[in-house]
């Protein structure tokens, strides 16, 4: 049977790819700070069957541990979905959460996917887990922007590099989703138009439907995600900021 790897799997996104991937026949590992959380996952699919490393992806002793567990055990399947970001003005937030987003969304995903790859044989996959702000500017949330276009650049790269060795790497970026990650950083999805927000089922969906596809290295969720980005391709960048900025959570707006 395969295996799969999820890393941030104690909700939103991550548990229900988790679910998706159980259900295809993947014996999964469930990666997460929530030990609660990750145990009543491991019940719900199958205790005998999947196993659970209640690690914090923020901590550099628990990236290594990670990425050692990687390098130690074969893998079919990473899923590099652990991710924080805190709304907000930029120098109104603490630097020290700002330098942790940098930390798990990007350091802890390079260390895994360099760990995962050294080892990696044709058929394997990897999918890091990005957002539709790959794309684009958010006032209100820098920090947290930036390290999801980087995420989507570095996947690129990976594709090209692995594509002839037969190993799938791809970046994939949902949108807004009603999953924890809003009021986690500090607001809530209804804070967004209601048109760019997905379920996480229907997120899900199309990340399994990307994987088992294979076909690009950047794939955008959501029909009307793609639809809004096709649009900012008529704006100058200028303008293009400035709607972000009046849509944005992390901005004060009288």
């Not at 939103?12 to 996952?41: D, F, M, P, Q």
């Not at 940098?102 to 990696?120: D, G, I, P, Q, R």
């Not at 990307?210 to 794939?219: E, F, Q, T, V």
Request: net charge positive; with cysteine; proline share 3%.
């Amino acid at each position: 049977m395969k295996k799969a790897i999820v890393t941030g799997a104690s909700g939103g996104i991550g548990k229900e790819v988790a679910k998706r991937l159980a259900a295809e026949g993947y014996l999964l590992t469930l990666v997460a700070r929530n030990e609660e959380k990750l145990g009543s996952l491991q019940d719900s699919l199958g205790r005998n069957c999947h196993q659970i490393l209640p690690l914090d992806l923020t901590n550099q002793e628990d990236i290594i541990y990670l990425s050692e567990h990687l390098a130690e055990n074969k893998y079919d399947l990473l899923v590099n979905n652990a991710g924080t970001g805190t709304y907000g003005k930029f120098i109104e937030i603490p630097l020290e959460d700002q330098l942790e987003t940098m930390t798990l969304n990007m350091e802890a995903l390079v260390t895994l996917s360099y760990a995962f790859l050294k080892h990696a044989k044709s058929g394997d996959a990897l999918i890091n887990i990005g957002s539709l702000l790959a794309h684009s500017s958010l006032p209100g949330g820098a920090v947290y922007a930036a390290t999801k276009s980087f995420v989507a650049n570095f996947s690129e790269s990976l594709w090209y590099e692995f594509k002839n060795k037969g190993i799938f790497v791809a970046g994939f970026n949902p949108g807004a989703a009603d999953s924890d990650f809003h009021s986690n950083a500090g607001s809530q999805t209804s804070a967004f138009p209601k048109f760019v927000v997905s379920s996480v089922q229907q997120v899900a969906t199309e990340l399994i439907n990307a994987l088992n596809a294979r076909s690009k290295p950047r794939i955008v969720q959501g029909f009307k995600n793609r639809l809004m980005l096709f649009g900012f391709r008529f704006l100058n960048r200028k303008a293009a900021v400035n709607i972000m900025g009046k849509i944005s959570p992390g901005m004060t707006h009288s």
